[in-house]
């Protein structure tokens, strides 16, 4: 006896392929199927003269390839307000399924993240980390400062013999 395997990837079966045969045995096995994908298997007999009614459905899930480490870095972790820095992300493994990782700011009021770039908002310090599932990485810690003035005009003040008073203004 012939037993004809059936595979698709659509619930309504509206993709399906016979992808093996099999004869006088009752197993089978399915190789090349992509991680974290759903299945749906049939399975019909063959006596030489006519094909039995499909199996019931069955459908099988493979299993995700789960990412197991996160290294985040940071081209500069001392920002003055208003400059950005720019983040670099290296997911283990390369091929995982587990998702997307969020990277984030742990005090937005002093960096905010968009993308892949670290934006100072106000002065303080935070902690950046990248998370994907329950891996997290390592924490970066970032130092933002006030924004450096430039000093625009420099003029004196009340002079005595042993003092003078300096006033300035900045641009």
Known sequence: ????????????????????????????????????TTYYFSVTAWNGLRESAKSTLLTVATSAIPVTGLTLSLDKTALEVGDTGALTLTVTPTNQTSGTPTIASSDTKVATISGKTVTAVGVG??????????????????????????????????????????NWTTA
Do not use: C, F
């Open 125 to 166: 310090t935070t902690k950046i980390t990248a998370t994907l599932g329950t891996v997290t990485s390592t924490a970066i810690t970032v130092t933002v400062y006030e924004a450096l003035k430039s000093i625009k005009t420099l003029t004196k003040g009340a002079v005595t013999t042993t003092s003078i008073v300096l």
């Open 1 to 36: 006896m012939d037993y004809y395997i059936y595979q698709a990837t659509k619930s309504d079966n509206s993709d399906v392929k016979k992808i093996g045969t099999v004869t006088d045995t009752l197993t089978y096995t399915v190789t090349g199927l992509k991680p974290n």
